[in-house]
């Protein structure tokens, strides 16, 4: 059985070690390029950049630069910022009792220079892991210089230190970030004063704390994101700040309708009841991510804004929340959305956009529309009209048939083994011979009709009737 080493605990402990500190930059690098080496994935969970955003950041750590990140809403910029940690080392020693994480070798604080003068080769050592050293703030116009860089602490006045005593000085999360990565989200929001005062950090390299002769060298690296109409077109950031950031990347929303949906299948919530008799058709996870998708393009959208992926993965959790509620109501052994679960996802959407217009009602019509439209386009990747001229046929001779969130499996399958050709429609779906499956098949099928024109639709409580 093999004992795992102990750590150096002091300073004379650490130099006999032959431990030797890097710079931030360089220990990401360092990391960076070993993961490369393995192939390994940078950003694992984070789908659609490799080819964009990921190779920027590549190059930006390479180069040893301060990101930012622009993009509108729900385009993982927190998360990628926050990924940055794992290129940090595990651990790194400190000089315990320090606010600013002070490397026992080069010390960079009052209370830490002291404590080697004093202490030595005894000075005790602490190691802190990769999490100790993020630092993240999110922008607000109320904001202080107290809160990033630091300020005098009464308490510590009160305690006998002179105001000229540096050790009467309340770090702020800037210098307690030291030797590790610094994030400001939504940095236009931060007050022009404050962006002023993070300009030693950004070129410098050292924050400067009121009237004090204190100079902190910090070790970091200075991330950021945005959104890019704040940042490049109301003149809410000043120039100079700009000026310092290395790297500027954009990040975007998913590309393809593919990832889209691998996106939502992933960050959905999922419950362990809930999974065991759930069952989505591909089509209907199409029809979410197709949703969004026309939404981003949308006149009466707000596009500056953005829509935001969560969007995507709310309306996902909406349908399929529906489609418990009925299998539990209706007793039925499997969970399938269907076409009359979409007017549910209104819940889920409309605190996640901005509208251009705020006149009464006009949200759901925008609403009702971009289903209709995501339904329509679905439908027409998978099938032509004259497909179903047999199920046409059997509604010029009279058929109805009615449908319903609320409307029970077996009545749709009853109807089902009346329409001639349906069967073929089944196959080509994919969709196994399922109640609740052939509900949802069914569905699709009569509104792709409809709205192709081959079938009228009334309005009925509770759902439509379809008829010729």
Same mark, same amino acid.
């Given at each position: 059985m093999t004992t795992q080493k102990k750590k150096p605990d002091t300073l004379g402990e650490l130099k006999k070690s032959g431990y030797t500190s890097v710079p931030v930059r360089e220990e990401l690098r360092r990391n960076l390029i070993a993961r490369m080496g393995s192939h390994e994935p940078l950003f694992p969970g984070i789908l659609g950049y490799e080819d964009s955003v990921v190779p920027q950041v590549e190059n930006a750590i390479l180069a040893g630069h301060d990101i930012i990140l622009l993009?509108?809403?729900?385009?993982?910029?927190?998360?990628?910022?926050?990924?940055?940690?794992?290129?940090?080392?595990?651990?790194?020693?400190?000089?315990?009792?320090?606010?600013?994480?002070?490397?026992?070798?080069a010390p960079i604080s009052r209370y830490g220079k002291d404590m080697v003068e004093e202490k030595g080769d005894a000075t005790p050592v602490v190691w802190v892991g990769s999490d100790h050293r993020y630092g993240e703030k999110l922008a607000t116009p109320d904001i202080s210089i107290a809160d990033l860089i630091g300020d005098v602490d009464p308490i510590r006045i009160a305690e006998g230190r002179y105001l000229s005593d540096e050790l009467a000085i309340h770090y702020g999360l800037i210098p307690r970030t030291n030797r590790?990565?610094?994030?400001?989200?939504?940095?236009?929001?931060?007050?022009?004063?404050?962006?002023?005062?993070?300009?030693?950090?950004?070129?410098?390299?050292?924050?400067q704390i009121k009237g004090y002769r204190v100079r902190l060298p910090l070790d970091m690296i200075v991330v950021a994101s945005a959104n890019p109409e704040d940042y490049t077109n109301r003149g809410r950031i000043i120039t100079p700040l700009k000026d310092r950031y290395g790297a500027q990347i954009r990040t975007h929303y998913p590309r393809e309708l593919s990832l889209e949906i691998a996106i939502m299948e992933a960050e959905?919530? $999922?419950? =362990?009841?809930?999974?065991? @008799?759930?069952? #989505?058709?591909?089509?209907?996870?199409?029809?979410?991510? /197709?949703?969004?998708?026309?939404?981003? $393009?949308? =006149?009466?959208?707000?596009? @500056?804004?953005? #829509?935001?992926?969560?969007?995507?993965?709310?309306?996902? /959790?909406?349908?399929?929340?529906?489609?418990l509620r009925r299998s539990i109501t209706q007793s039925e052994e499997h969970a399938v959305p269907r076409?009359?679960?979409?007017?549910?996802?209104?819940?889920?959407?409309?605190?996640?956009?901005?509208?251009?217009?705020?006149?009464?009602?006009?949200?759901a019509k925008i609403h009702d529309d971009l289903v209709k439209r995501s339904v329509l386009n679905i439908f027409n990747r998978y099938f032509a009209a004259p497909d179903f001229e047999s199920i046409v046929a059997a509604f010029d001779q009279g058929a109805t048939v009615d449908t319903g969130a609320e409307v029970a499996a077996h009545l749709y399958v009853d109807e089902a083994t009346k329409l001639t050709g349906f069967g073929s429609a089944l196959n080509k779906l994919g969709v196994a011979e399922d109640g609740p499956a052939i509900a949802s098949a069914m569905e699709f099928v009569l509104e792709g009709l409809h709205l192709n024109r081959r079938l009228n639709r009334d309005r009925m409580d509770g759902g439509f009737r379809y008829h010729a």
């Open positions: 993009g509108e809403r729900g385009q993982a910029k927190s998360r990628i910022i926050r990924a940055l940690v794992d290129l940090l080392d595990p651990e790194i020693p400190i000089i315990e009792g320090s606010e600013v994480n002070d490397d026992p070798l590790g990565v610094f994030c400001i989200n939504e940095l236009p929001d931060l007050a022009e004063r404050i962006q002023v005062g993070l300009f030693n950090l950004m070129e410098e390299r050292d924050v959905r919530m $999922k419950f =362990p009841d809930t999974e065991e @008799r759930l069952y #989505v058709p591909q089509y209907m996870k199409e029809i979410v991510a /197709e949703y969004t998708a026309l939404a981003r $393009k949308h =006149p009466e959208i707000n596009q @500056r804004s953005g #829509v935001s992926v969560r969007v995507s993965i709310a309306n996902y /959790e909406t349908i399929v929340a529906n489609s076409l009359t679960d979409l007017p549910y996802m209104i819940a889920s959407t409309l605190g996640k956009i901005e509208m251009e217009t705020m006149e009464e009602g006009r949200e």
